[in-house]
């Protein structure tokens, strides 16, 4: 991601208990299983290029991404102040377990200043993601994920293209799909979040120079997508047409 900012202030308040960044993530009070539903991303990186070899028209589960991935309407959602009032008081309960009260109190604080979807969205836009859609918050903490891990860098068509790699994942999937509005807005805000203070640590180590601080974080987007999704970021490739295995 690019380590500009476009008026997040809630951003650079939640660095203030950025520690929370290399433990595990937040998850809201409705979550299905992040583990099997990553675990499908990669499997489809796997599916992908192994089409990409096949003559073209011989892969059925090429046929079937693809058409999963137009039902663009299973992963939109309309947003509701109840389910943003009720994520942001679960994410302050989590950093007070996570940081202690004074981090829930910094982190209430600047949640009740700040918009933190309108804080995510000026920091994704530029990669042509938005909110309102599931597949995009997905997408953002995966290809974040995914930068710090390997300190590398990602532009808007290899962005675009795991948004679009991972929505055809979320619409086939039988859990993903069958999610309510308030759900896929949970879930998503739960990630958003997460991003937020990520890209936040990250990008204070970066201005910094902290070499060591980027590792640390780095090592622990490895480990915290290892226990997740059971797959290593790091044998990851980032490609044009999404996330595809390591050489």
Known sequence: MKNQ??????????????????AQDFTPSYSPSFTSDMNSAV???????????RPRGTSSRSTASSSAASRVGSTTYRSSPAVTQRVKQQFADFVGRSAGPQGATD????????????????????????????????AAYWVLNWVIANQSDNNRVQTIAARDQLRGIIASNANLSRLSDAERQEMSEALMLNF???????????????????????????ARFRSEAGVNLRN????????????
């Open 5 to 22: 900012f476009a008026s997040v202030v809630l951003t650079l308040a939640m660095s203030a208990v950025c520690g929370v960044a290399s």
């Open 43 to 53: 499997n489809m990186g796997i599916q992908l290029r192994r089409d990409s070899e």
């Open 107 to 138: 982190i209430a604080t600047a949640l009740a200043r700040g918009d933190a979807v309108e804080s995510w969205a000026g920091i994704v836009r530029s990669d042509g993601l938005r909110p309102g859609d599931l597949a995009d918050a997905m």
């Open 196 to 222: 937020l203070v990520q890209h936040a640590a990250y990008t204070n180590a970066i201005q910094a120079g902290d070499n060591a601080a980027m590792r640390r974080l780095g090592d622990a987007a490895v």
């Open 236 to 247: 990851v490739q980032l490609t044009n047409t999404g996330f595809t295995p390591g050489a």
